[in-house]
């Protein structure tokens, strides 16, 4: 896909007490590679401490579209994932759909 068809977004959320990131990071952040058209998820990445999970989230994210809502992404982590980070990713990802949406406003032509 062109890069012209797609934008680079971050959703940033409060990661919980005892988390193993939590010493590296403040909060936890994903970050997606997202069509502008249609608010396809291309790529995802997010800031948990093992590769193994940031590509759980890459696997679970790519292909679903935030135009319309998060809810099913936000379900497919809640069944999918199962560790305390699991509000935190659903925070960020409602996050990424607010920078997904404030974007969308600001290219619509007037």
Not at 41 to 50: F, G, V
Not at 63 to 76: D, F, H, Q, R, T
Not at 81 to 95: P, S
Request: charged fraction near 20%.
């Amino acid at each position: 896909m062109s890069i012209h068809h797609t934008c680079f977004i971050a959703g940033h959320a409060r990661l919980p007490q005892g988390m193993a990131a939590q010493s590296i990071f403040n909060s936890l952040t994903i970050t997606a590679e997202v069509d502008k058209r249609y608010g396809v998820i291309i790529e995802a990445s997010c800031t948990l401490a093992t590769d193994h999970g940031r590509q759980m989230i890459n696997d679970i994210l790519k292909g679903i579209s935030i135009k319309e809502g998060v809810e099913e992404a936000a379900s497919l982590i809640e069944h999918h994932y199962r560790g305390k980070a699991t509000n935190a990713l659903i925070a960020a990802l409602k996050d990424l759909q607010r920078q997904y949406l404030s974007l969308k406003e600001e290219i619509q032509p007037s």
